[in-house]
């Protein structure tokens, strides 16, 4: 029998519940992306890949994994938590900077962060992440860390 999960594996796991195929997502998309999309410390999202990774360990996070889905189901927001909620999809790239402009994290984020991390928080096509930054860049708008 295996140990229980620790609360930290736990949390992260409920919240890759909250977001579609967020297992997968939490599994192989970039480190960063999913720390920051899902709230939680980079290292912890490290400590959750090597459980899926070891046969000895991946059933139990799958079943922990299933129950925070049910949990979600169930309860939207369960401890508070709130997966973070695009605007309304943007149909192109003019709405989708004016969105990044209304976004808490800013035209900066938008415009500097890695390319799947944008996509993820505004629930768009990191295509049209490109185009989006493509007119920031026609317009003079320069990445501020370049």
Request: aromatic share 6%; no cysteine; net charge negative.
């Amino acid at each position: 029998m295996n140990p229980p999960l620790s609360p930290e594996i736990e949390q992260v796991l409920d919240h890759a519940a909250s977001i579609p195929r967020g297992l997968a997502f939490l599994h192989r998309a970039p480190i960063e992306a999913v720390a920051i999309a899902l709230a939680v410390d980079a290292r912890l999202v490290v400590q959750v890949r090597r459980l899926l990774d070891d046969p000895a360990t991946h059933a139990p996070v799958v079943v922990a994994f299933k129950a925070a889905v049910a949990r979600w189901r169930r309860e939207p927001h369960p401890e508070g938590f709130r997966a973070p909620v695009p605007p309304p999809p943007a149909p192109g790239p003019e709405e989708l900077l004016r969105a990044a402009e209304e976004h808490p994290l800013g035209r900066e984020f938008f415009a500097d962060a890695p390319l799947e991390t944008v996509a993820v928080v505004f629930g768009v096509h990191p295509f049209l992440v490109l185009e989006a930054r493509g007119l920031l860049e026609h317009r003079g708008i320069a990445h501020p860390t370049e």
